[in-house]
């Protein structure tokens, strides 16, 4: 997910070809980065009103290796 325009900005470039579960957290993380860094990947399902599979799908989608990262992404972008 490293790229010169940050995290948020791959997100929302990609959101268009994520299937509609995927986009959902997407959107949601474009939207409030700084909450979705703090959150868990339980929270993030439930706010985001998709299983908890798929935030891990939504995760190896952008080639993290862990929920984890990707807030330490968010978090750093911040």
């Known amino acids: 997910m490293t790229s010169a325009n940050g995290a948020v ?3 929302r470039e990609r959101l268009p070809e994520l299937n ?3 986009r959902r957290i997407g959107a ?3 939207r409030s980065p ?3 860094k703090s959150m868990t990947t339980r929270e993030m399902a439930e706010k985001c ?3 908890e599979a798929a935030v891990t799908r939504f995760v190896k989608e952008f ?3 862990s929920f984890q990262q990707m807030k330490i992404s968010l978090a750093e972008e911040l």
Do not use: R
């Open 9 to 11: 900005a791959v997100i």
């Open 20 to 22: 509609p579960a995927l």
């Open 28 to 30: 949601y993380i474009v």
């Open 34 to 36: 700084a909450q979705a």
């Open 49 to 51: 009103g998709v299983s």
């Open 63 to 65: 080639s993290l290796d």
